[in-house]
Nanobody
Framework: QVQLVESGGGLVQPGGSLRLSCAVS????????MGWYRQVPGNQRELVAS???????RYSDSVQGRFTIIRDNAKNTMELQMNNLKPEDTGLYFC??????????????WGQGTQVTVSS
């Protein structure tokens, strides 16, 4: 079974940067889409950035121009470079991998999450 493990979270001041990493045990190539989600207490998990196996990355409006998703199938890693961080970026960040089965159903795999706190 493929496992996803995040790292790189922490406390940073507004305007600072962090780089999150997601290590995939097994082949990341099996995931059609890889993405980063953010969750804050009381809210649903929201998609921050995603990258299909091939193709351009996609970002939520709130992070467009500040975050960069990097997917490396050869290394089985995915990263999220976060620049110019804002307090509203605070949350628990999850690595996600989505597979589409031959039936058309989708299977999602999740990491345990890494906390990002942006505060002065």
């Amino acid at each position: 079974q493929v496992q996803l493990v995040e790292s790189g979270g922490g406390l940073v001041q507004p305007g600072g940067s962090l780089r999150l990493s997601c290590a995939v045990s097994g082949s990341m190539f099996s995931f059609d889409v890889m993405g980063w989600y953010r969750q804050v207490p009381g809210n649903q998990r929201e998609l921050v950035a995603s990258k299909q196996r091939y193709g351009s990355p996609r970002y939520s409006d709130s992070v467009q121009g500040r975050f960069t998703i990097i997917r490396d199938n050869a290394k089985n890693t995915m990263e999220l470079q976060m620049n110019n961080l804002k307090p509203e970026d605070t949350g628990l960040y999850f690595c996600n991998g989505e597979q589409t089965m031959p039936s058309g159903s989708k299977v999602n795999s999740w990491g345990q999450g890494t906390q990002v706190t942006v505060s002065s």
